[in-house]
């Protein structure tokens, strides 16, 4: 196994050797917790990829295997004195994996299935068909074709680019119209080109490089310019902030643009909540959320962009005292973007335990930044028949704006 990343960078060598060994990692990960076994822990992780870069051991099923069991939900590297990352050296062996192993012609990238013509042949949304109880109910036409009216030229002024990603443009249509709505009534003028495409989180996560790549050049030219984007999705948001970059080596001309990309997408909670203002939108609060809501965090957010207070600051002026929060507010819901299709059983069990802190909770309705673990929870939810409702924070700050 090569120490490198896709563009020959030293850095997976290095996260490597920075790993002291000490095993504070097994304390904070769910799928250690699920089985106690060395191996499903960042640690033991690290001991085979640095074994396999060795030549101890070779690029087989059996470490493909071992590999894929990792949620990348980075509690692991949060909870590092040394802040190794563990999950740009997992996904750069997967990546490897994925060419030796010939994945892509054995399952296909994305996974072939019959999907309505309406969704991209590339969409992450066709891994979730690696299974039928992970086929999510596929709306048809998207969000943003029954929507292209209202999506106006940009121009200079208030205008924000709205990156849809999957889900929120083929699964949770009402989360976009939550977008439109409450930026509208700021007198944002929104705007989400139908050049973009899937954010490649699904193929980064399974090593598809190749699939990845061409992702991120078709957004990068879809959201070319100055103006913000906007992203209510965690997953795609960190794709556009943090992986487009490191896609690209250094001296590439494209490794520009994706930092210009980066500079200036924000997720909505972000965005509202420190460029628009608390003073505007607390203004803007007609009718506070009666019953008790609480607050899931994605990883993807709240440890992979680091933002844990702006969704929360949204909520509190939208419920009020009726906001309340959970013992495990921050567990991975087992998703893990393609975790639920590779390890279905070990999700569910992690899936379980989110469950159960949220039916502790007392909360009638969930909030949350992701539209994956949205998918995630409102099943758990259903299989436990638990009566509990799962929404997009966006959609509960329409709501109390009265929109």
């Given at each position: ?302 440890r992979g962009q680091k933002i844990r207070n702006a969704p929360r600051t949204l909520l509190e002026a939208a419920c009020g005292e009726n906001l309340i929060e959970t013992r495990l507010s921050n567990l991975c819901c087992g998703s893990g973007m393609v975790y639920g299709v590779s390890c279905p059983e070990t999700s569910k069990k992690i899936l379980s335990k989110k469950i159960e802190d949220l039916i502790r909770s007392g909360a009638k309705t969930v909030a949350t930044g992701c539209p994956v673990c949205m998918r995630q929870l409102s099943k758990g939810c259903r299989d436990r028949g638990a009566n509990i409702e799962i929404r997009h924070t966006i959609e509960i700050l329409a709501e109390s704006m009265g929109?």
């Amino acid at each position: 196994m090569k120490t490198t990343d896709e563009n020959g960078s030293k850095s997976v060598s290095a996260e490597i050797d920075n790993c002291a060994k000490c095993g504070s990692c097994r304390s904070v990960c769910p799928v250690f917790a699920e089985y106690g076994l060395e191996k499903k822990a960042a640690r033991g992780k690290i001991a085979l990829c640095q074994a396999a870069s060795e030549g101890a051991l070779p690029l087989s099923e059996g470490l493909d295997e071992a590999l894929e069991d990792c949620l990348l939900c980075l509690a692991c590297t949060e909870n590092c004195s040394r802040g190794v990352q563990t999950h740009k050296i997992v996904k750069a062996a997967r990546a490897q994996l994925f060419r030796k192993l010939a994945k892509k012609e054995k399952y296909g990238a994305p996974f072939p299935a019959a999907l309505p013509e309406a969704v991209p042949e590339r969409s992450g949304l066709r891994y979730f068909l690696h299974g039928g109880e992970n086929i999510p109910p596929i709306r048809c036409p998207s969000f943003r074709k029954t929507h292209a009216e209202s999506f106006q030229a940009a121009e200079p002024g208030d205008t924000v680019l709205f990156f849809t990603g999957c889900f929120i443009d083929h699964v949770f249509p009402a989360v976009g119209e939550a977008v439109l709505k409450v930026f509208t009534a700021l007198q944002c003028r929104v705007v989400a080109t139908d050049s973009q495409g899937c954010c490649g989180a699904s193929a980064v996560a399974s090593g598809d490089m190749e699939t990845a790549r061409s992702l991120a050049v078709e957004n990068i030219e879809a959201f070319d310019g100055n103006h913000p984007v906007i992203v209510a999705c965690a997953s795609g948001g960190r794709m556009l902030k943090f992986e487009y970059p490191e896609i690209f080596g250094e001296g590439d001309p494209r490794r520009k643009k994706a930092e210009s990309l980066a500079a200036r997408t924000f997720d909505i909670s972000e965005y509202l909540a420190e460029r628009i203002g608390m003073q505007v939108i607390s203004s803007r609060i007609k009718d506070r959320c009666r019953q008790p809501l609480t607050y899931h965090d994605p990883c993807q957010l709240s440890r992979g962009q680091k933002i844990r207070n702006a969704p929360r600051t949204l909520l509190e002026a939208a419920c009020g005292e009726n906001l309340i929060e959970t013992r495990l507010s921050n567990l991975c819901c087992g998703s893990g973007m393609v975790y639920g299709v590779s390890c279905p059983e070990t999700s569910k069990k992690i899936l379980s335990k989110k469950i159960e802190d949220l039916i502790r909770s007392g909360a009638k309705t969930v909030a949350t930044g992701c539209p994956v673990c949205m998918r995630q929870l409102s099943k758990g939810c259903r299989d436990r028949g638990a009566n509990i409702e799962i929404r997009h924070t966006i959609e509960i700050l329409a709501e109390s704006m009265g929109l």
